[in-house]
């Protein structure tokens, strides 16, 4: 699977900010998709998945209730709503396909090439 990641930008704290996936390739349909995120310096960390089915979603702990995850299998979409953004949501934004595993022990298939998010207090 190909993925182009966007919709990143510069937002205030407590903004909202809709990333945007597409992908491209035969296998979407049936792969789990996601996001990771990296900062600076930091180990990528896992931020949403969702089932091809679009029945079962994930997410860190420390999203829920700020982010959610969508996909639309016709148009090879998927999607990550961002709300109430924290300056320490600043980072560089992935999207992911073959998502498996969860929290620190999540991995993924395929790359997009990232969009950056910066929230500013």
């Known amino acids: 699977v190909q993925l182009q990641a966007s919709g990143g930008g510069l937002v205030q704290a407590g903004g909202s900010l809709r990333l945007s996936c597409a992908a491209s390739g035969r296998t979407f349909s049936r792969s789990t998709m996601g996001w990771f995120r990296q900062t600076s310096g930091k180990e990528r960390e896992f931020v949403a998945a969702?089932?091809?089915?679009?029945?079962?979603?994930y997410f860190a702990d420390s999203l829920k209730g700020r982010f959610t995850i969508s996909r639309d299998n016709g148009k090879k979409m998927v999607w990550l709503q961002m709300n109430s953004l924290k300056p320490e949501d600043t980072a560089v934004y992935y999207c992911a396909a073959g998502v498996r595993g969860s929290g620190t022990h999540a991995d993924a298939d395929d790359w997009g090439q990232g969009t950056l998010v910066t929230v500013s207090s």
């Open positions: 969702i089932t091809w089915t679009g029945s079962s979603t």
